[in-house]
Structures are given as C-alpha cells and as structure tokens.
C-alpha cells in the first residue's frame, strides 16, 4: 500500500524466550510433550525453569519474531502485545525496540506478570516449547492502535490470540481499521493444536476477515481435515494468498492465479527449529510489500528461516538484509 507508514504491523504475545539444551531424558523427567507448544500455569512455569540447564533470555513471541525479522531485512515493522510492568516486561521493550521495531502498547501495571516461554531444544533440533501467558491474556481492543493499523500496508496477527475471548475482539477491529485504509490482513494458523481448537472459527476468518494465511503442511490439512493437494486448492478459494511450509520440502506459495513450490535454501547443519515459521512469514511479508512476485517471496521466506534454524533462538544473527541480498542474487 503507497504511503504506508509501516509495512507490516504485528499483533501477538508478548513473550521473554527462556532457550535451553537438553536430552530427550530430561523432556520425560519433566514430563513434557516432545514437540509442541503446551500451555502451563505460573506454578508449573517455575517448576520447569527450576529443572532446566543454563540458557539464554530472549524477547520472543510468534508475531514479534516476525516483525523482528521484517525489520532486519529493512522493512518497517510496528509491534502491539501486552507485558507487565516487571523485568522481563523491560528485557522484551528493550530487545524490540533495538531490532528496529516500534513497540508503544502500554504495560500492566498490576496484573499477571509477563509471558515467558520455556523452550528446551534436544539434539534433534525438535524444540519443546512450555508457555505461560501472563500479561498475554489481557490483550484487548483498547490495546490496537487505530493509527498504526490504518498505516500498514499488512497487519499480521498469530492464531494463538484465539484462545483468549478479548483478543478476538482486538483482531476483529483490527481487520475492520486496516481493511477501511486499504491494506490486508494476515494470519498465521500458529500450531496444529490451535487449529483443533479453532477450526470452525478459523474457516470462516480466512472466508471473511483474513486475506494472508501462513501454515505449515499438518496445520493446514488439520484445518481442511484432508491431504495437502486437496488443502492447497481449498486454501486457494478461502484466501488471497497462502504461503504454506513443508520442512525440508520447502514452501508452497498459493495465489488466485496459481501454485508455486519453492525449494528449501540450504543450511549446514540443523540447530534449532524455533521461530522458522515466524521468519519465513517475515520474509514473505517483507517480499509482499516490496513487489516481488510469490516465488521471489517465498524465497525470502526460506532465506530467513534457514538463517534461524542454523542457530539457537529465533531472532536474527547474521545480518539477514546482506544474506537475503547475497542468496536472491545467487
């Protein structure tokens, strides 16, 4: 969209990353579902970081990753989500807002404390993800800045906002501001398990509300509850576009006019999966908003994910605006 003030605003968690190397021995002591992102209270949030080795702490959060990841290929990026007046409130504010990304939601001052997600990452680079909320929950409409979505060109929102009943109604306004200034709303289905949730719903956002949707091969099939040739054709009549993962099988990237596959970009040596899907959506927006076509978009997106899995965490380490330049030219 000409003139936009920003060209991808983003909704979601606000989440502090707690990242950890650990062995599959220990996933079973702390009795964890190897794998996927499970939701935990504040007690059973302590109880797993008491059993966790060394790690690092980093702002995190699906949406905020990728709004991280549109600013450091260039773009402009504009974050809102909700922390606690606490010190992983001011670690999240601080990492945002160096990446480059403008983050002015106000913080609780009483309330749940910041979210924190505890993220153990086996040899395998499987990463067992163990979330606590917190101030997340308290995300509402009164939280969208009707002047930051009405500059987008794209406002970017995660599927787990669904689960909390006022940040549905956060994601509604936000799609009738951003759609009134003529710009695009996009989502990402966030896991299988939110779709199982939400499906119903889901279906008739990306009929009605949602024109970009972002999903890996389980979560779109789970979504149409059929095979991935039969999910990408569905897809096709729901959305404008569909920018869909498949691991080391790449992306599919799906318009009104047809099908594109984009192979995976390359990567010595798997790491850590955590974020992936968040910076290809990074990529891909960044691509969308600077005139590349779905393949040159799509190539963006598998560019910034190979970089992530290459590494532990899910922020940027090497510069990702000279990578993507270097491998889009190759």
């Not at 939701?39 to 059973?44: G, K, P, T």
């Not at 009104?256 to 992936?276: F, M, N, S, Y």
């Not at 290459?310 to 380490?317: D, F, K, L, T, Y």
Request: proline share 3%; net charge negative; hydrophobic share 45%.
């Amino acid at each position: 969209m000409a003139g936009s003030a920003y060209d991808v605003a983003g909704i979601g968690n606000a989440i502090v990353d707690v990242l950890s190397y650990t062995d599959d021995a220990a996933i079973a002591r702390l009795r964890l579902n190897k794998g996927v992102m499970t939701l935990v209270d504040e007690a059973r949030a302590e109880e797993i970081y008491a059993g966790m080795g060394s790690g690092i702490e980093v702002s995190g959060g699906c949406a905020a990753n990728t709004c991280s990841g549109v600013a450091a290929l260039g773009g402009r990026a504009a974050f809102m989500g909700k922390v606690h007046d606490d010190q992983l409130g001011a670690i999240f504010t601080h990492d945002l807002r160096a990446r480059g990304v403008s983050f002015e939601t106000r913080p609780l001052i009483a309330g749940p404390a910041t979210a924190r997600s505890m993220i153990l990452v086996t040899p395998d680079a499987h990463r067992t993800m163990n979330t606590f909320l917190g101030a997340c929950v308290e995300l509402g409409p009164e939280d969208v800045e009707e002047k930051t979505v009405a500059g987008a060109s794209i406002v970017y929102f995660e599927g787990y906002l669904w689960d909390p009943p006022r940040a549905k109604d956060a994601m509604r306004k936000a799609a009738r501001i951003v759609h009134a200034a003529g710009g695009r709303m996009a989502m990402s289905l966030s896991d299988p398990f939110c779709v199982e949730r939400h499906r119903d719903e889901f279906l008739s956002l990306l009929g009605h509300e949602v024109d970009i949707v972002f999903a890996n091969e389980e979560e779109i099939t789970s979504l149409y509850r059929c095979d991935f040739g039969q999910a990408v054709e569905r897809v096709r009549k729901d959305c404008q576009v569909a920018a869909l993962t498949r691991s080391e099988k790449g992306s599919v990237a799906v318009d009104k006019q047809g099908v594109v596959a984009v192979a995976a970009e390359p990567v010595a040596r798997v790491v850590d999966t955590t974020g992936a899907g968040d910076l290809y959506a990074a990529g891909f927006l960044y691509g969308l908003t600077h005139g590349h076509d779905l393949r040159g978009c799509g190539r963006l997106g598998s560019i910034c994910a190979a970089e992530i899995i290459s590494h532990i965490g899910a922020r940027p380490e090497a510069d990702l605006a000279k990578l993507a330049r270097a491998r889009m030219g190759a």
